[in-house]
């Protein structure tokens, strides 16, 4: 089955159900915009085994030009809105694409591609226009990992891929239910979007409610004029939103009211006080719509006290684990009378993992096999033998453990990635190699730390002698343009000396985190 034929199986069993909730698209209507966009393209010039990108917010026009892209037997190339033009030229070129779907806020001067305004509107439908037979192992879609410039890992998601993903997902159908809505503001063009906002809607036929922005107002308005059942956001947001609700109560002067109902709402429930804790309750849960009953959190994980909270507001907070490579979520928390912190799941359906080489503390690394797990980064053997095995098992990389109630935890990561309180993955090779390029840099190390209980990339500068601090900050700076502001390292420190290396000449991270813990680089930028 390939992704055009699960929309035609959901249209069969749920022709009326509203698809697209703000334009009150159905459905059995949403083909006829595939279709009208699809003969667009195809006059634009597109044809089978073209690689098509999208550069788009979450608007209406990005789902149905992914659909028609599909349509026409191309694959899609899913460009984060946050990049630069250097790394959308690089990745466009990488993948042979010469044509970019995009809204017009995004067009520049590209040489090598043509750009094509995502909402346009399209004039006439094609009725003799079929959907080409795509089969399930064609590539689907494209995406970039560990970085854009420098030597890129593409991941290449095919057909099966997705569908698999959006099988697996089934054993969520306690949280997740037909007819429902997904509120989906988390960019579909990253990994977590685009399998919670948008694959799982379209296997359990549930409406997604689009939103382009993060603005909390115009959230907050969804929430009231909407009231979505589901809600999915990186910990970070829902951090935030704890604490604006906490202190709003705080400022009426009933937290110690609402907490303790909070904390004894079973013993009170007991006692006949029902009805007051749900009148209670029910005034918080009112902030997201009063009908949001499952709160997703992935990309990053979770303070403890977070999942409490909303779980003691009766919202089942839901946490995930997945990869690019995985097409999102691999293990997902599931009910359990307690569960361990920072526990982020258990195997989601069709998905095998494997925990190797543990120590005595139980963590090794995580293994993972299945229909949805990728087969192989595009045009790049070395790293396919490195992460491969010969049963097909994929190394995520990553290492953890596993407790009792048989969910993992996550314990660190193999390679130096960075995890941003955003969601958002840096990768420190990338702005290595740039940073590199300065002159009077020998070598510098990026790495994740804490600056003002906030989580950066840092980066520790070793520079020959003559080399200022101004001057390096500037070149920094300079350097910084190159990539997304998100990738940004203004937090840094600048030494003479050499950095620790392996015999291998790799630089040991660790060490150099662990000096700048102890104060070694006293020469400080922050």
């Known amino acids: 089955m390939n992704m055009y034929e699960l929309l035609e199986s959901i249209i069969a069993r749920s022709p009326k159900t509203v698809f697209l909730v703000r334009e009150n698209i159905t459905f059995e209507e949403f083909p006829n915009y595939i279709r009208a966009r699809a003969t667009t393209l195809r006059e634009a010039g597109v044809k089978p085994g073209d690689t098509v990108g999208l550069l788009s917010h979450n608007i209406p026009e990005f789902m149905s030009t992914l659909f028609a892209i599909w349509y026409l037997g191309a694959r899609v190339l899913l460009l984060d809105t946050n990049l630069t033009p250097i790394e959308y030229d690089n990745m466009t070129d990488l993948t042979n694409c010469k044509l970019v779907c995009a809204e017009k806020s995004f067009f520049y001067d590209a040489e090598k591609f043509k750009f094509f305004d995502i909402q346009t509107k399209d004039e006439k439908t094609d009725e003799k226009l079929k959907p080409y037979p795509l089969k399930g192992d064609d590539i689907a879609t494209l995406s970039f990992t560990s970085g854009s410039t420098g030597i890129p890992k593409i991941v290449p998601l095919t057909h099966d891929n997705l569908v698999s993903c ?119 849960r009112a902030i997201f719509g009063g009908r949001a009953h499952c709160l997703v959190a992935g990309g990053a994980a979770t303070k403890p006290e977070v999942e409490k909270f909303y779980n003691q507001l009766g919202m089942n907070f839901v946490q995930g684990y997945g990869m690019t490579e995985t097409v999102g979520p691999i293990c997902c928390s599931k009910p359990v009378k307690k569960r361990v912190a920072y526990a982020f799941g258990a195997p989601l359906g069709g998905s095998e993992c494997q925990i190797r080489n543990a120590g005595e503390d139980g963590i090794g690394m995580l293994w993972v096999r299945g229909k949805q797990v990728f087969g192989g980064y595009l045009n790049n053997d070395d790293a396919n033998k490195e992460c491969f095995d010969k049963d097909g098992f994929f190394c995520t990389g990553d290492l953890v453990s596993i407790d009792k109630n048989g969910e993992y935890h996550f314990a660190g990561r193999k390679k130096q990635v960075i995890v941003l309180d955003s969601g958002k993955n840096v990768y420190p090779d990338e702005l290595e190699a740039l940073f590199l390029e300065i002159d009077g ?58 950095l620790p290396v392996t015999s291998t000449q790799k630089i040991k991270h660790h060490v150099v985190r662990q000096w700048l813990i102890d104060g070694k680089y006293t020469n400080r930028h922050e």
Request: net charge positive; glycine share 6%; proline share 4%.
């Open 441 to 498: 840099v020998k070598n510098v190390a990026v790495f994740e730390h804490e600056v003002n209980n906030k989580t950066v990339a840092y980066g520790v500068f070793s520079v020959e002698e003559g080399m200022t601090m101004e001057k390096l900050a500037a070149a920094i700076a300079e350097q910084n343009k190159k990539v997304a502001s998100y990738k940004w390292v203004t937090h840094f420190a600048m030494t003479t000396d050499d």
């Open 166 to 284: 959006s099988e697996g997902l089934e054993s969520l159908n306690i949280f997740l239910r037909p007819g429902e809505m997904m509120y989906a503001f988390l960019p579909l063009y990253h990994v977590f979007g685009f399998a919670v906002g948008f694959l799982a809607p379209l296997h359990f036929g549930m409406g997604i409610l689009l939103q382009s922005t993060i603005n909390p107002n115009a959230i907050l308005q969804d929430f009231a004029q909407y009231k979505p059942h589901v809600i999915p956001a990186v910990p970070k947001l829902w951090e935030i939103f704890r604490k604006k609700i906490i202190d709003g109560v705080k400022a009426k002067k009933k937290w110690g009211l609402v907490s303790f109902i909070m904390n004894h709402q079973k013993t009170l429930r007991f006692l006949g006080l029902g009805k007051l804790v749900d009148k209670v309750l029910n005034q918080i």
